[in-house]
């Protein structure tokens, strides 16, 4: 499957139209600035994140430091992000759907809500699939489910709680069995599906590569639309099973944090996502333009994403 990249300045257009904020030139960090990533090294949100900080980095002068903090699908990450002073140091990166599932199943165990953080904009909205070895004896989700069926169950490695929650609902639309394997990223994922581990799992654009060189197949999007680079192949709704997420890469800091400093690591961030490197690692990443909601924008998908995400997984 061809899968070169044209899409390097789709997102140009769309930036260009809302302002970027201004740089409130009276703030700067006293020190360096560390970017949390909820993921492990080498998958999606690892990778566009490392980017838009060397990006952010280069064009302030600031020194800012990446790190990998996995754990729960962002969860870990953002408990020790509620829980630091607003000192305006650290920046949260993560996404969307894992956070909301996870509020939604026991958010009264965990020690933030929506409300806990100054949200600094979003990078994009990925697309999920459920892919599988070029060499796995079935095509589809309903071919998965015969296999299952037929062979006592069937290994599906996941990389997040939505994704549990997705092939949960599977098995209560088909009752076939899956055996779910947890990873720690989508690297890891196709890892798994490569070695024989797993039969299928979930890639949020680790998969390309493997799609380009043959290696694997999509089986499923496990988005609401179809996938943009596979539009034949059907969703897990079109396939009986009423669940989809709609993954939405996202940065934010702890509630309270300096405006000024808000204001500034906003407007880098935004300056960032424009640049042609935030582009290109995007679309390799999810092949997708960069989406850059914006403060306001981004605390309101967060709010309109929980009430669905309680409407689609509180079950």
């Not at 004896?137 to 490695?157: H, I, Q």
């Amino acid at each position: 499957m061809k899968l070169k990249s044209k899409i390097l300045s789709l997102g140009a257009a769309a930036l260009m139209a809302v302002a970027a904020p201004a740089v409130a030139e009276d703030w700067a960090p006293d020190g360096p600035l560390t970017i949390e990533i909820g993921f492990g090294a080498g998958g999606s949100t690892d990778t566009m994140g490392r980017v838009l900080a060397s990006v952010m980095e280069e064009n302030t002068g600031w020194n800012i430091v990446v790190e990998n903090k996995p754990g729960g699908g962002g969860v870990a990450m953002f408990t020790g992000l509620s829980q630091r002073p607003a000192n305006g140091t650290t920046i949260g990166m993560g996404v969307s759907i894992p956070v909301l599932v996870q509020l939604v199943q026991r958010g009264d165990s965990l020690p933030f809500d929506t409300e806990s953080f100054d949200y600094l904009g979003t990078i994009a909205v990925a697309e999920l699939a459920l892919v599988a070895s070029k060499d796995a004896p079935f095509d589809d989700l309903e071919g998965l489910v015969a296999y299952s069926k037929e062979n006592s169950g069937a290994t599906v490695a996941t990389m997040a709680p939505p994704q549990v929650l997705m092939m949960k609902q599977a098995t209560a639309a088909t009752d076939a069995t899956f055996d779910l394997v947890t990873a720690d990223g989508g690297a890891e994922v196709m890892k798994l599906i490569l070695g024989g581990q797993v039969l299928a799992g979930f890639g949020s654009g680790e998969h390309f590569p493997y799609l380009e060189s043959g290696d694997m197949k999509v089986i499923a999007g496990a988005n609401q639309a179809r996938l943009s680079y596979a539009p034949d192949v059907k969703t897990f709704t079109e396939s009986g099973v009423a669940a989809y997420v709609d993954p939405v890469f996202f940065l934010a800091m702890r509630k309270g944090t300096d405006p000024a400093a808000l204001k500034a690591i906003a407007a880098a961030m935004d300056e960032a996502i424009g640049s042609p490197e935030v582009a290109e690692i995007v679309a390799n990443a999810v092949k997708g333009a960069p989406h850059n909601m914006g403060p306001e924008g981004t605390h309101q998908m967060m709010v309109d994403g929980l009430a669905n995400a309680k409407v689609l997984f509180a079950k």
